[in-house]
């Protein structure tokens, strides 16, 4: 499974670009939303200093359907509406690949986290095309399970030095009593460890942002 983040860039024809980019310290958090055959419907947290001025905007923006205030205060609001533009729910419906929330969105652009296969990914590249939506990566990686970055022996080898205080500082259990604790011989423990914290230093490493921001999606995507 591969994960994605993405920064997307919203049509300049679209109303939360036009509403968020005329309020830009304002931020939108998408806490859920769902496609219909030819609108959106959303809940999504408003905050910032013109809250009133930001409702009052949405609301007569031609785009929005149906509104109703959920939440108020002085910096807050939380909305629900209906939309004839939602574009990153199409693309997600469209490409099968669902956005995880929430999704924050301010000054036009929106942040997503995305979890699924190499196919799916560049499928929803494909979409967000489609729908006229900018992206640029912020970083993918290869989610796997641990059990697919550690054999079962390192695996058993790391909880029981997590839990015998191996790892601790100060260590509360030594090499030698971990091995005892095992019924391995110590050079076994020593050397199974050794493995187990290559591999999982060398994935961490790998996990870290710093892909190239202009390469497609799907070039940047881990293969199987």
Not at 31 to 38: D, I, T, Y
Request: aromatic share 6%; charged share 25%.
């Amino acid at each position: 499974m591969a994960q994605a983040t993405l920064t997307v860039t919203m049509p300049e024809q679209v109303w939360i670009q036009q509403v968020s980019v005329a309020y830009p310290d304002a931020t939108f958090r998408v806490l859920a939303a769902v496609p219909g055959s030819e609108s959106g419907f959303a809940l999504v947290r408003i905050t910032g200093r013109n809250v009133t001025d930001i409702v009052d905007d949405i609301t007569d923006h031609p785009q929005i359907t149906e509104l109703t205030l959920v939440e108020w205060s002085d910096n807050e609001a939380t909305i629900h509406f209906e939309t004839t533009a939602p574009l990153l729910l199409f693309s997600s419906r469209e490409s099968g690949m669902p956005i995880e929330l929430p999704v924050e969105i301010q000054d036009g652009e929106a942040t997503i986290d995305v979890t699924g296969s190499r196919e799916r990914l560049a499928e929803l590249a494909e979409q967000l095309e489609r729908f006229g939506l900018q992206y640029r990566i912020e970083n993918v990686s290869d989610r796997l399970h641990e059990s697919q970055v550690l054999s079962e022996r390192q695996l058993e080898v790391v909880v029981a030095a997590v839990e015998q205080g191996y790892y601790d500082t100060p260590r509360r259990c030594s090499l030698t009593e971990l091995a005892e604790h095992l019924g391995i011989a110590k050079s076994t423990c020593s050397e199974t460890l050794h493995r187990a914290e290559e591999s999982i230093v060398k994935r961490f490493v790998e996990d870290l942002p710093g892909l190239e921001d202009d390469e497609p999606l799907d070039e940047q995507l881990p293969t199987n």
